[in-house]
């Protein structure tokens, strides 16, 4: 068994490391251990690499593995570290928000549209994508999901594709506002928003 | 420099589902290898499994010293003091590891709890979930987060499968899908049958192989 103490860095932003990664991918010495997102911040576990090799990981407290991490390096291979795609949820809040409450009926309107300067239209499409996003925070946050923001996609793990109907029954008030599909990825919470499920 | 983390593994599972018994029956197998096992036990609101382990285990099999089974009566909902907030679990295991550096492991019994119970990784570094058949043969393919996160799965209670219809290769057959190349053990915590099995996945997932710490200072 090769033991593994500390993680070496990761090839994503390790410019040597990611050196190295394109010529063991060259050298065919690569090696991947494919975990998944529950097993990244197990500092013990024993696993075995696609080629075999039997790794025993004694990590310090609190290292929380990411995909890319090299655990190993030597003249005769690399081994990093693979996160499994999982199944997740990717929300949309749609960019043109401000359309579809003007192309309501204007009855929540109360006041006159017609005397507002561009800086209080600007506003008010603010106001009215906040209200949104926090509508949306609101459901998933209560549903302990952890989260991911990407661009303007909203991302976060489903245990089965029905859940998007619960998604959009929750979201029913908001379905002019929001799309929702789900998608199979490499799901790396943001900092701070890994919480587990309750 | 900071003690040597001990090994650490949480048993959870639903109510009655054999937690306590499985661990009455690991703890003398692992002691007859040699290893030596500290128990924390979580219960809602008694002491009862602790108790009842401490007798067994240290005071009638003297296995272990009593001050080796330590129960904590968590309040709420179970899983709460082994994942949202694992802290008070936390702070009787660094207890444990510095008065007893030599144990080879330390095992943690979640109160009993429903099928999205899993273990905080700053807890447990193994994770073990039990289920037993009287819930039916549908209870793996049914999934759920320990069922299929866990490191191991124990199915509990095989002997009593026949009394309330449950098909066991149903079971194995559903568990291989659910949880693809993650082992799963039939047992009858009972007898103790299969539980071999469990010690043998422990003495390799989590202890390495290595020999008892009390083997290898010889």
């Known amino acids: 068994m090769l033991t593994v103490t500390t993680i ?49 990981f004694i990590l310090p407290s609190r290292t929380h593995l990411r995909d890319g991490d090299v655990a190993y390096l030597d003249d005769t291979k690399m081994i990093i570290i693979k996160l499994s795609p999982e199944l997740v949820a990717v929300l949309n809040i749609k960019k043109n928000i401000h359309h579809h409450r003007d192309d309501g ?64 029954r929750l979201l029913s008030g908001l379905k002019d506002y929001v799309d929702i599909r789900a998608e199979t990825l490499i799901f790396e919470p943001d900092q701070g928003f890994d919480i587990h499920a309750h | 420099m900071a003690l040597a983390r001990i090994p650490r593994i949480g048993i959870g599972g639903p109510v009655g589902s054999g937690k306590t018994m499985l661990i009455e029956q690991l703890v003398p197998i692992l002691k007859k ?119 191991l799965l124990v199915i509990n209670k095989i002997d009593i499968a026949s009394f309330i219809g449950a098909d066991l290769s149903i079971m194995e057959r559903d568990a291989k899908v659910v949880r693809k190349d993650k082992p799963y053990v039939f047992v009858n915590s009972k007898t103790g049958q299969g539980v071999k099995k469990v010690a043998e996945q422990i003495v390799k997932d989590v202890l390495f192989d290595a020999p008892p710490k009390s083997v290898a200072a010889n």
């Open chain 2, 33 to 151: 290898e040699g290893y030596d096992v500290g128990i924390i036990s979580n219960d809602v609101v008694s002491r009862e499994d602790a108790d009842r382990m401490r007798k067994n285990l240290a005071t009638e099999r003297g296995l272990m010293p009593e001050d080796l089974v330590i129960g904590i009566a968590t309040g709420g909902c179970p899983h709460t003091a082994v994942r949202e907030d694992p802290s008070i679990n936390i702070s009787v295991v660094e207890e444990m590891e510095a008065k007893h550096p030599n144990l080879d492991l330390i095992i943690i019994e979640s109160g009993g709890d429903n099928i999205t119970t899993t273990f905080s990784p700053a807890l447990a570094d193994y994770f073990i979930y039990i289920i037993d058949v009287s819930g039916g043969d549908k209870y793996p393919r049914k999934r759920g987060l320990g069922i299929e996160t866990s490191d």
């Open chain 1, 8 to 56: 070496l860095g990761n090839i994503k932003n390790n410019p040597d490391l990611n050196q190295k990664y394109k010529e063991s991918l060259n050298k065919n010495s690569l090696e991947t251990i494919t975990i998944q997102r529950s097993e990244t911040e197990k500092v013990r576990m024993r696993k075995v690499s696609d080629k075999k090799t039997d790794v025993g």
């Open chain 1, 105 to 168: 009926d204007g009855s929540k309107s109360d006041h006159n549209h017609d005397h507002h300067d561009h800086n209080h239209d600007h506003h008010d499409h603010n106001h009215e994508f906040t209200n949104v996003a926090i509508k949306v925070g609101h459901t998933i946050g209560n549903l302990h999901r952890p989260l991911k923001i990407s661009g303007t996609d909203i991302i976060f793990p489903i245990q089965a594709p029905d859940e998007i109907n619960l998604f959009l």
